[in-house]
């Protein structure tokens, strides 16, 4: 029997379970090994090569490569694990945060600061499932 | 005999760690986030804890995918602060109660509560955050610091019962302990906050504030509320906040809420966090 998933449907969102952690397993240990200096720097010289030392699918290694997390993401990529590949980018949380929305990073911080994304409009895939639930 | 006399809760924002440690605290962004610890800065100097249980998780820092414990406790003799990437926070090494720590694994696991030992790891800014917010800067740590990592990064998480529990276990490990310790259990990790998608950014200050008021108040109505609505109405990574109820569980049914504070935006994160005294 499948399990119930109730969380596929909140929009904008990939909850990381078990079976994305499956699906995604080598795309997170790939961005994990980033984690060491000597391992960022063989990154850095030659992203492809690096890439292909791991058994990832070509759509994976195509998401890194072009930097799309919110691909990743749907490919199992967890957002702490791929957040070694913004850090060794040299790049923040926020800015990452920003590209995955589709905002500019100065729009991004504003929303921010403007008290965050708010929950109306943004719980249900369908707003009219609200009523059912 | 050991006594658990407090429970403090916090967001752990890594940006909050990276301003402090890049001497932004004082800029207009960050001053209202550290001004909401300013009482409990002086509050900690007047409780003088001996240990703190600090509940925190790992953001794939020790633990990749090689190994997801759901709840793993530190009973080595010290952690140091990882390199997450942009190379370690400048804040000292903690060391750990050890006798303590194995009295609570004893314990805690023959009340059925299958914990995970951890003896070697590095502690990311889960752990690190809160201690910086609490006692400021500092060579040494002024207390012992028990880690209890929770994985909330693999859903699921514990459930919020689950995690209640666990602070009642706790709490019964801690109160057979025969020395006279002073002992606090830190809850830390959201509040509403989602790092990922489309959806990033999300902020839920209703959602916020009444959880803060029923872990107060009504603690056991909060362990029921089940995780989907968490990451729904918290984010996704909003569902840190069960842990928070591990902190609770380990207190009284009635406590003394000496502190509150509340804040948006610290970087991507509501920031939250609460001083509760046993009555
Ligand atoms: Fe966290």
Not at chain 1, 90 to 100: I, N, P, Y
Not at chain 2, 68 to 73: D, E, M, R, S, V
Not at chain 2, 192 to 220: C, M, T, W
Request: with cysteine; aromatic share 10%; charged share 25%.
């Amino acid at each position: 029997m499948a399990l119930d998933k109730p969380y596929s449907d909140i929009p904008g969102t990939t909850i990381f379970d078990a079976d994305m952690a499956r699906i995604g397993f080598h795309i997170n240990q790939f961005a994990m090994s980033l984690m060491q200096a000597e391992h960022r720097e063989r990154f850095k010289a030659d992203e492809r090569a690096y890439l292909d030392e791991w058994p990832m699918t070509e759509e994976q290694k195509q998401a890194v490569l072009d930097r799309d997390y919110n691909r990743m993401m749907s490919l199992g990529g967890n957002v702490y694990f791929l957040a070694k590949i913004f850090s060794t980018d040299g790049l923040s949380f926020q800015f990452a945060a920003a590209t995955m929305t589709g905002m500019t990073q100065p729009e991004y911080a504003q929303m921010m600061l403007d008290g965050g994304r708010s929950p109306e409009g943004n719980l249900y895939k369908n707003e009219e499932k609200q009523g059912e639930t | 005999m050991a006594k658990i006399t407090a429970g403090v809760s916090t967001s752990h924002v890594p940006a909050i760690g990276a301003a402090l440690d890049n001497g932004k605290a004082n800029e207009e962004y960050w001053k209202p986030v550290f001004a909401g610890y300013d009482f409990s800065k002086q509050w900690i100097k007047e409780q003088k804890p001996d240990v703190i249980i600090l509940v925190y998780n790992d953001h794939a820092t020790a633990f990749s995918l090689d190994l997801i414990p759901t709840f793993a406790l530190g009973c080595g003799e010290k952690y140091k602060s990882a390199d997450e990437g942009w190379g370690p926070r400048p804040v000292p090494d903690v060391y750990c109660h050890q006798e303590l720590a194995s009295h609570i694994a004893q314990s805690v696991i023959t009340d059925n509560f299958d914990l995970t030992i951890v003896n070697t790891m590095d502690v990311d800014h889960g752990l690190t955050v809160p201690l910086s917010l609490m006692f400021g800067e500092t060579n040494a740590w002024p207390c012992k610091v028990i880690p209890l990592a929770v994985n909330v990064v693999l859903y699921p998480p514990p459930s919020g019962q689950r995690c209640y529990d666990l602070g009642k276990a706790l709490r019964k490990a801690v109160e057979s302990f025969d020395e006279d310790l002073n002992v606090q259990v830190w809850g830390t990790g959201g509040m509403s906050h989602q790092l990922q998608g489309p959806r990033a950014g999300l902020i839920n200050k209703e959602f916020d504030n009444d959880f803060l008021d029923k872990l107060v108040n009504d603690p056991e109505a909060q362990a029921r509320v089940p995780h989907i609505d968490y990451v729904r109405e918290a984010g996704s990574e909003g569902v840190e906040l069960v842990m928070w109820l591990i902190m609770r569980g380990a207190l009284n049914d009635e406590v003394t809420e000496k502190h509150r504070f509340y804040h948006v935006p610290a970087s991507n994160t509501a920031v939250g966090h609460l001083i509760l005294e046993n009555k």
